[in-house]
């Protein structure tokens, strides 16, 4: 099982709708991430946590929220997709070591 | 610098040259680097990585420059080849001490034989 996981791995929504990504780690960090790349464009981040009970804006969290419901788990939620949140969204955890990406989720709101 | 809204360049090498992949920083005070690579669909991978007391590293094909005088790093990949094709960023993991890791502009390596 990878250490980084993704749910779904691909969406497809309608504009407006509400939509979650899912994210869970076996990594046991306390650090997660959910950065977005569009295509022929760097990862911008989003939303960040250092643990549990923390929770931060990245560059771009306009139109997002996110949950840390667990050490282990960390959601991104779009609350009225639109189009230009089409994108594909990774999901990141770190400690002393380094970063550990998920695969990625890619989203498009038609 | 930052990776927000600039399309990333491009370089093409013939299988078996060698690739140098350039990344400038903004932060003088940014202490460790690391490089990644993505490829098609996946996730950033690591690569390798320097810190600010050092001026080079090694890895296996790989080597990295940092020149803190004019805030420039360097990947340099040795007898580049078709598996190497993939998206090289550079990212800084405590972006003016926040702990946050900010990626560099990326370059997107393609390999022609």
């Known amino acids: 099982d990878a250490d980084v996981t993704q749910t779904p791995r691909n969406r497809i929504t309608k504009t407006g709708k509400r939509i979650m990504l899912e994210c869970s780690q076996t990594?046991?960090?306390?650090?997660m991430y959910w950065y977005r790349q569009d295509p022929g464009l760097g990862l911008q981040l989003i939303y960040y946590?250092?643990?549990?009970?923390?929770?931060n804006k990245g560059e771009i969290s306009d139109g997002y929220s996110v949950s840390r419901q667990a050490q282990a788990k960390f959601s991104l939620s779009l609350e009225s997709a639109i189009p230009n949140q089409t994108a594909l969204y990774f999901c990141?955890?770190?400690?002393?070591?380094?970063?550990?990406f998920g695969s990625g989720t890619r989203l498009t709101v038609v | 610098g930052e990776s927000v809204g600039l399309h990333l360049p491009t370089l093409s090498v013939q299988e078996g040259d060698n690739s140098i992949i350039n990344c400038a920083y903004s932060?003088?005070?940014?202490?460790?680097f690391i490089w990644y690579k993505q490829e098609s669909g996946k996730g950033p991978q690591f690569i390798i990585d320097?810190?600010?007391?050092?001026d080079k590293r090694q890895g296996q094909r790989v080597t990295v420059l940092l020149n803190k005088t004019v805030k420039h790093l360097s990947l340099q990949i040795a007898a580049t080849q078709p598996g190497d094709s993939a998206v090289y960023f550079c990212?800084?993991?405590?972006?003016?001490?926040?702990?946050?890791?900010?990626f560099g502009t990326g370059t997107r390596l393609q390999v022609f034989p």
């Open positions: 990141a955890t770190s400690d002393q070591d380094g970063y550990t």
């Open positions: 990594k046991g960090h306390d650090r």
């Open positions: 946590s250092f643990d549990v009970k923390d929770i």
């Open positions: 932060n003088s005070a940014s202490d460790y």
């Open positions: 320097i810190r600010s007391n050092m």
């Open positions: 990212a800084d993991p405590n972006h003016y001490n926040t702990d946050k890791l900010i």
